[in-house]
């Protein structure tokens, strides 16, 4: 939460002292590693019952860590590398402090609940862990209840007496998974999923009817020319000649009209005067007329 919302006014007012430590020849590698020697420090002097002594030392734990990034905005030394040094040794300072809980709280046989910091150290790195995934994935996933600034201020309350320790931890355990959850779920819907098969529907070109595929398909000189020994009704023939492209016909035989044509030639009837006198003579004679034109 702090460093979701409040960065810049932290980077702000430590600036001026990052300038100062730098200006005394400090580097943000070497407080990063003071830093981790301090953890350590805590950690011990928790495991041996001191804890108010141990709220000075995490104090200064965290002081060594809010103040290497502005001595390396100082000093023109950001990198890749420094931060992933100082990544590596909050994670490794982080476990330190909770071993050092787990020392205290066997030491003062609590029993089963010295897994209460194992449980709180698993947490804190599913929340490190999603916020590196994440950017790796492209996407932003820092902000929440429980970053590692309050982590460390609410561990610093609950050394304010012993009997607060262990409600402390419970509360410790419960934000952070809440932070958790909470940064899966935003992550979660900043990343692509997988495409719905309603939305493959919505995108699909819109049904066409047998016609228009019919029409889009239409190749009169495929459609129009017909191996040797077929041919069409002369009223199909008379609607269909315009589209037909030029190309003398072989032999065709009509199928229902019973007429024979040659190239360059006349209609023959062949049946002409067997039905002559069923009167479909006339009716011949225009279809011969159509195939004429």
């Not at 990052?18 to 020697?37: F, N, S």
Request: proline share 5%; no cysteine; hydrophobic share 45%.
């Amino acid at each position: 939460m702090l460093d979701g919302r409040w960065r810049e006014a932290v980077d702000r007012r430590t600036a001026p002292v990052g300038r100062a430590l730098h200006r005394r020849g400090l580097t943000a590698d070497v407080l990063t590693a003071t830093g981790l020697l301090s953890a350590v420090a805590t950690a011990v002097t928790v495991g041996t019952g001191h804890l108010h002594l141990a709220i000075g030392l995490l104090a200064l734990t965290g002081f060594h860590d809010l103040l290497d990034g502005p001595v390396a905005k100082a000093a023109g030394t950001a990198s890749q590398r420094g931060a992933f040094f100082d990544s590596v040794s909050d994670r490794v300072a982080d476990a330190i402090l909770m071993g050092g809980v787990t020392w205290y709280l066997v030491s003062a046989h609590e029993g089963h609940l010295a897994l209460l910091p194992l449980a709180v150290l698993a947490a804190t790195a599913l929340v490190s862990y999603q916020r590196a995934k994440a950017e790796a994935l492209g996407v932003a996933a820092k902000g929440g209840l429980m970053e590692r600034a309050e982590r460390m201020v609410l561990l610093g309350a609950g050394f304010l007496a012993s009997w607060l320790l262990v409600p402390d931890l419970w509360a410790l355990l419960g934000l952070t998974t809440l932070t958790a959850g909470g940064r899966f779920v935003r992550v979660w819907r900043a990343l692509d999923g997988p495409e719905r098969p309603r939305d493959r529907r919505r995108t699909r070109e819109p049904r066409r009817s047998r016609v228009g595929r019919w029409r889009e398909g239409w190749d009169p000189s495929r459609h129009l020319s017909r191996p040797e020994g077929t041919g069409f009704p002369p009223t199909l023939a008379r609607s269909l000649e315009p589209l037909r492209p030029f190309r003398p016909v072989t032999k065709v035989r009509g199928r229902r009209r019973g007429v024979l044509v040659r190239s360059g030639g006349r209609p023959l009837l062949e049946r002409g005067r067997r039905l002559a006198g069923k009167g479909f003579a006339g009716r011949v004679g225009r279809d011969r007329d159509a195939l004429d034109r």
